[in-house]
Protein backbone atom coordinates (compact mmCIF):
# COMPACT_ATOMS: atom_id res chain seq x y z
CA UNK A 1 0.00 0.00 0.00
CA UNK A 2 1.31 3.27 -1.18
CA UNK A 3 1.06 5.98 1.40
CA UNK A 4 3.56 8.62 -0.36
CA UNK A 5 2.39 10.93 2.53
CA UNK A 6 4.58 13.83 2.90
CA UNK A 7 5.52 13.49 6.74
CA UNK A 8 7.34 16.24 6.50
CA UNK A 9 4.01 18.33 6.53
CA UNK A 10 2.74 17.06 9.24
CA UNK A 11 2.41 19.74 11.73
CA UNK A 12 0.44 21.66 9.06
CA UNK A 13 -2.19 18.54 8.45
CA UNK A 14 -4.32 16.18 10.89
CA UNK A 15 -2.97 13.06 12.65
CA UNK A 16 -6.32 11.47 10.96
CA UNK A 17 -5.12 12.64 7.26
CA UNK A 18 -1.67 11.71 8.08
CA UNK A 19 -2.50 8.37 8.70
CA UNK A 20 -6.04 7.78 7.91
CA UNK A 21 -6.15 9.52 4.39
CA UNK A 22 -2.64 7.46 3.65
CA UNK A 23 -4.47 4.19 4.03
CA UNK A 24 -4.64 1.86 6.66
CA UNK A 25 -4.36 -1.89 6.17
CA UNK A 26 -8.32 -2.19 8.07
CA UNK A 27 -7.98 -5.78 6.56
CA UNK A 28 -6.05 -6.70 10.27
CA UNK A 29 -7.60 -5.95 12.90
CA UNK A 30 -5.95 -8.56 15.58
CA UNK A 31 -3.24 -7.63 17.96
CA UNK A 32 0.23 -8.89 17.24
CA UNK A 33 1.74 -8.40 20.66
CA UNK A 34 -0.16 -11.51 22.30
CA UNK A 35 -1.27 -9.39 24.62
CA UNK A 36 -5.03 -8.98 25.78
CA UNK A 37 -6.66 -6.14 24.20
CA UNK A 38 -8.19 -3.80 27.34
CA UNK A 39 -8.98 -0.18 27.80
CA UNK A 40 -9.34 2.12 24.66
CA UNK A 41 -7.59 -0.59 22.58
CA UNK A 42 -9.80 -3.61 23.34
CA UNK A 43 -12.69 -1.15 22.80
CA UNK A 44 -11.69 0.04 19.30
CA UNK A 45 -10.83 -3.34 17.98
CA UNK A 46 -14.43 -4.66 19.18
CA UNK A 47 -16.16 -1.56 17.21
CA UNK A 48 -13.93 -2.09 14.11
CA UNK A 49 -14.54 -5.65 13.88
CA UNK A 50 -18.59 -5.50 14.42
CA UNK A 51 -17.94 -2.57 11.74
CA UNK A 52 -16.26 -5.43 9.42
CA UNK A 53 -19.15 -7.17 10.11
CA UNK A 54 -21.82 -5.33 8.75
CA UNK A 55 -20.15 -5.37 5.06
CA UNK A 56 -21.21 -9.25 5.29
CA UNK A 57 -24.59 -7.73 3.50
CA UNK A 58 -22.83 -9.07 0.44
CA UNK A 59 -20.66 -11.78 0.32
CA UNK A 60 -20.04 -10.87 -3.52
CA UNK A 61 -16.41 -11.89 -4.70
CA UNK A 62 -14.63 -8.00 -6.09
CA UNK A 63 -12.23 -8.36 -8.54
CA UNK A 64 -11.36 -4.70 -9.74
CA UNK A 65 -8.77 -5.45 -11.63
CA UNK A 66 -10.62 -7.84 -14.35
CA UNK A 67 -12.96 -4.55 -14.46
CA UNK A 68 -13.86 -3.57 -18.31
CA UNK A 69 -12.60 0.03 -17.75
CA UNK A 70 -14.42 3.09 -19.53
CA UNK A 71 -14.23 6.41 -19.62
CA UNK A 72 -17.40 8.50 -19.55
CA UNK A 73 -20.15 7.48 -22.02
CA UNK A 74 -23.24 9.38 -23.10
CA UNK A 75 -26.01 8.59 -20.68
CA UNK A 76 -28.95 10.21 -22.67
CA UNK A 77 -28.27 7.19 -25.15
CA UNK A 78 -29.00 4.65 -22.26
CA UNK A 79 -31.00 6.23 -20.09
CA UNK A 80 -33.17 2.87 -17.60
CA UNK A 81 -35.78 3.97 -16.62
CA UNK A 82 -36.65 3.68 -12.74
CA UNK A 83 -37.04 2.04 -10.79
CA UNK A 84 -35.37 -0.94 -12.62
CA UNK A 85 -31.57 -0.79 -13.04
CA UNK A 86 -31.90 -2.80 -15.95
CA UNK A 87 -28.80 -3.78 -17.89
CA UNK A 88 -26.79 -1.05 -15.82
CA UNK A 89 -26.75 -3.57 -13.30
CA UNK A 90 -23.92 -5.11 -15.00
CA UNK A 91 -22.72 -2.65 -17.68
CA UNK A 92 -19.15 -2.20 -16.84
CA UNK A 93 -19.96 1.76 -18.20
CA UNK A 94 -22.94 2.73 -15.86
CA UNK A 95 -21.33 4.50 -13.12
CA UNK A 96 -18.24 5.88 -11.97
CA UNK A 97 -15.95 3.83 -10.24
CA UNK A 98 -16.09 5.51 -6.67
CA UNK A 99 -12.55 3.50 -6.50
CA UNK A 100 -11.63 6.44 -8.75
CA UNK A 101 -8.51 8.77 -7.91
CA UNK A 102 -9.09 12.42 -8.70
CA UNK A 103 -10.15 13.64 -11.87
CA UNK A 104 -10.29 9.48 -13.17
CA UNK A 105 -13.53 9.36 -15.05
CA UNK A 106 -13.54 5.41 -15.14
CA UNK A 107 -17.19 3.77 -15.27
CA UNK A 108 -18.25 0.60 -13.39
CA UNK A 109 -21.78 -1.66 -13.14
CA UNK A 110 -24.24 -0.72 -10.49
CA UNK A 111 -23.41 -4.34 -9.36
CA UNK A 112 -19.26 -3.24 -8.70
CA UNK A 113 -20.61 -0.04 -7.33
CA UNK A 114 -22.99 -1.42 -4.17
CA UNK A 115 -19.69 -4.01 -3.83
CA UNK A 116 -17.11 -1.43 -3.25
CA UNK A 117 -19.73 0.27 -0.85
CA UNK A 118 -20.05 -3.03 1.42
CA UNK A 119 -16.08 -3.43 1.63
CA UNK A 120 -15.06 -2.18 4.80
CA UNK A 121 -11.36 -2.47 2.96
CA UNK A 122 -11.78 -0.84 -0.37
CA UNK A 123 -9.51 2.26 -1.37
CA UNK A 124 -10.01 4.54 -3.92
CA UNK A 125 -6.58 4.08 -6.51
CA UNK A 126 -3.55 6.63 -6.08
CA UNK A 127 -2.81 9.24 -8.55
CA UNK A 128 -0.46 8.21 -11.25
CA UNK A 129 1.00 11.79 -10.32
CA UNK A 130 2.59 11.31 -7.36
CA UNK A 131 1.26 14.22 -4.62
CA UNK A 132 -2.19 14.58 -6.13
CA UNK A 133 -4.03 11.99 -4.26
CA UNK A 134 -2.92 9.25 -2.61
CA UNK A 135 -5.12 6.13 -2.12
CA UNK A 136 -7.95 6.51 0.49
CA UNK A 137 -11.35 5.29 1.79
CA UNK A 138 -14.36 6.01 0.69
CA UNK A 139 -17.25 4.36 1.74
CA UNK A 140 -19.31 4.40 4.93
CA UNK A 141 -17.55 1.39 6.41
CA UNK A 142 -13.86 2.68 5.52
CA UNK A 143 -14.73 6.10 6.77
CA UNK A 144 -16.03 4.71 10.31
CA UNK A 145 -13.23 2.77 10.61
CA UNK A 146 -10.55 5.44 9.74
CA UNK A 147 -11.50 7.74 12.44
CA UNK A 148 -11.38 5.19 14.88
CA UNK A 149 -7.99 4.42 14.01
CA UNK A 150 -6.11 7.23 15.82
CA UNK A 151 -8.15 6.66 18.87
CA UNK A 152 -6.68 2.81 18.56
CA UNK A 153 -3.16 4.48 18.13
CA UNK A 154 -3.64 5.85 21.61
CA UNK A 155 -4.33 3.24 23.12
CA UNK A 156 -1.28 1.68 21.68
CA UNK A 157 0.99 4.79 23.09
CA UNK A 158 -0.38 4.12 26.34
CA UNK A 159 0.09 0.51 26.44
CA UNK A 160 3.76 1.23 25.31
CA UNK A 161 4.29 3.76 27.46
CA UNK A 162 2.94 2.51 30.95
CA UNK A 163 0.54 5.24 31.32
CA UNK A 164 -1.17 4.99 34.29
CA UNK A 165 -4.92 4.20 34.03
CA UNK A 166 -8.27 4.24 36.43
CA UNK A 167 -10.45 1.31 37.11
CA UNK A 168 -12.52 2.20 33.13
CA UNK A 169 -9.02 2.60 31.56
CA UNK A 170 -8.73 6.26 31.16
CA UNK A 171 -5.60 7.59 31.75
CA UNK A 172 -4.94 9.16 35.11
CA UNK A 173 -2.96 12.24 34.29
CA UNK A 174 -4.10 15.56 32.31
CA UNK A 175 -1.08 14.48 29.39
CA UNK A 176 -0.05 12.63 27.08
CA UNK A 177 3.19 12.38 25.46
CA UNK A 178 4.31 9.81 22.89
CA UNK A 179 7.29 9.28 20.42
CA UNK A 180 6.96 6.64 17.04
CA UNK A 181 9.58 4.47 18.53
CA UNK A 182 9.91 1.26 16.63
CA UNK A 183 8.07 -0.77 19.12
CA UNK A 184 5.08 1.79 18.75
CA UNK A 185 4.67 1.57 15.27
CA UNK A 186 4.70 -2.36 15.19
CA UNK A 187 1.84 -2.63 17.42
CA UNK A 188 0.19 0.43 14.91
CA UNK A 189 0.31 -2.13 12.19
CA UNK A 190 -0.65 -5.25 14.27
CA UNK A 191 -3.10 -4.00 16.29
CA UNK A 192 -4.57 -0.80 14.47
CA UNK A 193 -4.49 -1.91 11.14
CA UNK A 194 -1.94 0.82 9.66
CA UNK A 195 0.40 -0.46 7.08
CA UNK A 196 4.45 -0.42 7.26
CA UNK A 197 5.02 2.28 5.19
CA UNK A 198 4.23 4.47 8.78
CA UNK A 199 7.38 3.23 9.35
CA UNK A 200 8.79 6.62 8.03
CA UNK A 201 6.98 8.50 11.19
CA UNK A 202 9.90 6.97 13.15
CA UNK A 203 10.86 9.68 15.82
CA UNK A 204 8.05 11.72 15.56
CA UNK A 205 6.35 13.00 18.71
CA UNK A 206 2.93 13.65 19.71
CA UNK A 207 1.36 15.27 22.57
CA UNK A 208 -2.08 15.30 23.93
CA UNK A 209 -4.09 16.31 26.90
CA UNK A 210 -6.65 14.36 28.98
CA UNK A 211 -9.94 15.83 30.85
CA UNK A 212 -12.52 14.63 32.43
CA UNK A 213 -16.06 15.27 31.19
CA UNK A 214 -19.29 14.37 32.29
CA UNK A 215 -22.27 13.97 29.82
CA UNK A 216 -22.62 10.89 27.43
CA UNK A 217 -18.78 10.85 27.78
CA UNK A 218 -16.55 10.55 30.30
CA UNK A 219 -12.92 11.86 29.13
CA UNK A 220 -11.73 14.15 26.23
CA UNK A 221 -8.25 13.44 24.35
CA UNK A 222 -7.25 16.62 22.39
CA UNK A 223 -4.15 17.26 19.99
CA UNK A 224 -3.82 21.05 19.77
CA UNK A 225 -1.47 20.78 16.87
CA UNK A 226 -3.89 19.10 15.02
CA UNK A 227 -7.04 20.27 15.89
CA UNK A 228 -8.64 17.04 16.84
CA UNK A 229 -10.85 15.82 19.65
CA UNK A 230 -11.57 12.82 20.98
CA UNK A 231 -14.50 11.91 23.59
CA UNK A 232 -14.57 8.99 25.08
CA UNK A 233 -16.33 6.47 27.43
CA UNK A 234 -16.00 2.54 28.32
CA UNK A 235 -17.84 0.60 30.47
CA UNK A 236 -19.54 -2.71 30.46
CA UNK A 237 -22.68 -1.44 29.20
CA UNK A 238 -21.79 1.14 26.02
CA UNK A 239 -19.22 2.21 24.08
CA UNK A 240 -19.24 5.58 23.48
CA UNK A 241 -16.86 7.95 20.82
CA UNK A 242 -17.27 11.31 19.27
CA UNK A 243 -13.91 12.62 16.92
CA UNK A 244 -14.34 15.69 15.66
CA UNK A 245 -11.25 16.95 13.09
CA UNK A 246 -10.34 20.06 11.18
CA UNK A 247 -7.95 21.68 8.86
CA UNK A 248 -8.49 24.99 8.05
CA UNK A 249 -10.63 27.01 6.17
CA UNK A 250 -10.07 24.97 2.95
CA UNK A 251 -9.13 21.67 4.46
CA UNK A 252 -11.12 18.78 5.55
CA UNK A 253 -13.41 18.63 8.29
CA UNK A 254 -15.25 15.67 9.82
CA UNK A 255 -16.89 14.28 12.58
CA UNK A 256 -17.79 10.99 13.67
CA UNK A 257 -20.73 9.71 16.74
CA UNK A 258 -20.21 6.03 17.59
CA UNK A 259 -23.28 4.69 20.22
CA UNK A 260 -22.61 1.07 21.06
CA UNK A 261 -25.07 -0.66 23.28
CA UNK A 262 -23.41 -3.78 24.84
CA UNK A 263 -26.19 -5.40 26.17
CA UNK A 264 -28.75 -4.93 23.38
CA UNK A 265 -25.36 -5.34 20.92
CA UNK A 266 -27.01 -2.74 18.80
CA UNK A 267 -24.75 0.37 16.94
CA UNK A 268 -25.01 3.43 15.72
CA UNK A 269 -22.79 5.28 13.57
CA UNK A 270 -22.80 9.03 12.37
CA UNK A 271 -19.99 10.50 9.90
CA UNK A 272 -20.01 13.68 8.19
CA UNK A 273 -17.41 15.70 6.50
CA UNK A 274 -16.53 18.55 4.24
CA UNK A 275 -13.60 18.08 1.90
CA UNK A 276 -12.28 20.99 -0.16
CA UNK A 277 -12.47 25.01 -0.13
CA UNK A 278 -16.03 26.75 -0.80
CA UNK A 279 -15.46 26.56 -4.63
CA UNK A 280 -15.04 22.84 -5.01
CA UNK A 281 -15.96 21.28 -1.88
CA UNK A 282 -17.13 17.38 -1.49
CA UNK A 283 -19.67 16.44 0.86
CA UNK A 284 -20.06 12.95 2.42
CA UNK A 285 -22.43 11.77 4.82
CA UNK A 286 -23.19 8.02 6.37
CA UNK A 287 -25.12 6.79 8.31
CA UNK A 288 -24.81 3.00 10.26
CA UNK A 289 -27.45 0.97 12.12
CA UNK A 290 -26.29 -2.62 13.33
CA UNK A 291 -28.22 -5.19 15.69
CA UNK A 292 -26.01 -7.69 16.11
CA UNK A 293 -28.53 -9.96 18.27
CA UNK A 294 -30.97 -10.09 15.43
CA UNK A 295 -28.40 -9.74 12.51
CA UNK A 296 -30.32 -6.17 11.08
CA UNK A 297 -28.30 -4.15 9.56
CA UNK A 298 -28.94 -0.73 7.37
CA UNK A 299 -26.62 2.12 5.98
CA UNK A 300 -27.09 5.09 4.11
CA UNK A 301 -24.45 7.29 2.25
CA UNK A 302 -24.60 10.76 0.23
CA UNK A 303 -21.96 11.29 -1.70
CA UNK A 304 -21.37 14.71 -3.90
CA UNK A 305 -20.90 18.41 -4.22
CA UNK A 306 -21.25 20.03 -1.34
CA UNK A 307 -23.72 22.80 -3.05
CA UNK A 308 -27.89 22.48 -2.39
CA UNK A 309 -28.56 20.36 -5.47
CA UNK A 310 -29.58 17.15 -4.28
CA UNK A 311 -29.23 15.42 -8.26
CA UNK A 312 -25.58 16.41 -7.34
CA UNK A 313 -25.30 13.73 -5.16
CA UNK A 314 -25.17 9.75 -5.34
CA UNK A 315 -27.76 8.99 -2.17
CA UNK A 316 -28.39 5.23 -1.80
CA UNK A 317 -29.79 2.90 1.14
CA UNK A 318 -28.14 -0.58 1.71
CA UNK A 319 -30.06 -2.94 4.56
CA UNK A 320 -29.83 -6.62 4.80
CA UNK A 321 -28.48 -9.44 7.26
CA UNK A 322 -24.60 -9.47 6.94
CA UNK A 323 -24.40 -12.85 8.80
CA UNK A 324 -27.42 -14.80 7.42
CA UNK A 325 -29.06 -13.36 4.82
CA UNK A 326 -29.34 -14.26 1.08
CA UNK A 327 -30.08 -10.87 -0.12
CA UNK A 328 -29.69 -7.39 0.50
CA UNK A 329 -32.19 -4.54 -0.36
CA UNK A 330 -31.03 -1.38 -2.64
CA UNK A 331 -32.91 2.37 -3.13
CA UNK A 332 -31.05 4.84 -4.12
CA UNK A 333 -30.54 8.05 -6.84
CA UNK A 334 -27.75 8.54 -8.93
CA UNK A 335 -26.35 11.76 -9.88
CA UNK A 336 -26.78 12.03 -14.27
CA UNK A 337 -29.50 9.24 -13.94
CA UNK A 338 -32.97 10.04 -15.62
CA UNK A 339 -33.55 13.78 -13.12
CA UNK A 340 -32.03 12.10 -10.30
CA UNK A 341 -35.00 9.10 -10.40
CA UNK A 342 -35.39 6.23 -7.27
CA UNK A 343 -33.95 2.91 -8.13
CA UNK A 344 -34.71 -0.14 -6.20
CA UNK A 345 -33.76 -3.22 -6.51
CA UNK A 346 -33.33 -7.30 -3.98
CA UNK A 347 -30.35 -7.98 -4.39
CA UNK A 348 -28.35 -11.61 -3.81
CA UNK A 349 -25.24 -12.28 -1.57
CA UNK A 350 -23.72 -12.77 -4.48
CA UNK A 351 -24.57 -9.63 -6.23
CA UNK A 352 -26.67 -10.90 -8.83
CA UNK A 353 -30.46 -9.23 -8.74
CA UNK A 354 -33.07 -11.28 -7.46
CA UNK A 355 -35.47 -8.52 -8.49
CA UNK A 356 -35.30 -5.24 -10.65
CA UNK A 357 -37.39 -2.47 -9.23
CA UNK A 358 -38.78 -3.37 -6.09
CA UNK A 359 -36.33 -4.03 -2.55
CA UNK A 360 -36.38 -6.91 -1.13
CA UNK A 361 -39.72 -8.65 1.22
CA UNK A 362 -39.30 -9.07 4.82
CA UNK A 363 -38.48 -12.30 6.09
CA UNK A 364 -35.95 -14.94 8.44
CA UNK A 365 -33.05 -13.85 5.51
CA UNK A 366 -34.10 -10.57 3.92
CA UNK A 367 -35.07 -7.15 5.51
CA UNK A 368 -37.26 -4.05 3.34
CA UNK A 369 -34.87 -2.25 4.00
CA UNK A 370 -36.14 2.37 3.02
CA UNK A 371 -36.88 4.40 0.62
CA UNK A 372 -34.24 6.71 -0.33
CA UNK A 373 -36.83 9.26 -0.03
CA UNK A 374 -36.80 9.77 3.13
CA UNK A 375 -33.56 10.65 4.10
CA UNK A 376 -33.54 12.91 0.98
CA UNK A 377 -36.43 14.43 2.86
CA UNK A 378 -35.26 13.82 6.31
CA UNK A 379 -31.70 13.55 7.95
CA UNK A 380 -29.45 14.08 4.79
CA UNK A 381 -32.10 17.10 4.20
CA UNK A 382 -30.58 18.42 7.65
CA UNK A 383 -26.88 17.85 6.38
CA UNK A 384 -27.01 19.98 3.34
CA UNK A 385 -28.26 22.32 5.04
CA UNK A 386 -25.48 22.41 7.64
CA UNK A 387 -22.72 21.87 5.01
CA UNK A 388 -21.50 25.08 5.24
CA UNK A 389 -20.05 24.04 9.14
CA UNK A 390 -16.60 25.31 9.16
CA UNK A 391 -15.94 24.99 12.68
CA UNK A 392 -17.51 21.43 14.05
CA UNK A 393 -15.21 21.84 17.17
CA UNK A 394 -17.13 25.01 18.42
CA UNK A 395 -20.44 22.71 18.60
CA UNK A 396 -18.50 19.37 19.98
CA UNK A 397 -19.51 18.78 23.88
CA UNK A 398 -19.41 15.99 25.73
CA UNK A 399 -23.35 16.29 25.60
CA UNK A 400 -23.36 15.41 21.84
CA UNK A 401 -24.64 12.22 20.88
CA UNK A 402 -26.83 10.73 18.03
CA UNK A 403 -30.25 12.30 17.35
CA UNK A 404 -31.42 8.85 16.26
CA UNK A 405 -32.21 5.67 18.29
CA UNK A 406 -33.56 2.87 15.48
CA UNK A 407 -33.73 2.26 11.57
CA UNK A 408 -36.79 4.13 11.35
CA UNK A 409 -35.85 7.89 12.80
CA UNK A 410 -32.06 6.93 11.24
CA UNK A 411 -33.73 8.50 8.18
CA UNK A 412 -34.74 11.40 9.96
CA UNK A 413 -32.73 12.33 12.34
CA UNK A 414 -30.70 15.50 11.92
CA UNK A 415 -26.94 15.31 11.45
CA UNK A 416 -26.69 18.45 13.96
Not at 332 to 352: D, I, M, Q
Request: charged share 20%.
Amino acid sequence: MNFNCKLWSISALPLLLVLAACGTDTASSGSGSGAEETGILGAINSVKSTLDSVGGISSASRKANQFMRKGPISLSSSLITPPNFGGDWTSSSAILDPENYPGETTRVSFKDFFGAQLDPDALTRPHPTPGSGDEHAFNALGRMKNALSILCAVGVGMDLNGTVTDSNGYPTDDSMNFTFTRAFLERMKSDCGFGGEVDSMEGRQLEATVESVTGEYDIKIHFDLFKQDYFYRSNSSEINILTAEQADSSGPTMRTILAYDLSTQVMRVDYASVIGDASSAGLEGHRLYYDAANDDGMLFSVIGQADSDITNKNVFVIAGKPNTGTAYSVSGKFTGYNSHGKYEACVLANGNMSTDGSRCTASATTVVGADVDAPIAGALDDLMDNQTQTNWQSSVTASKTLSWSNKTNMMTGAFY
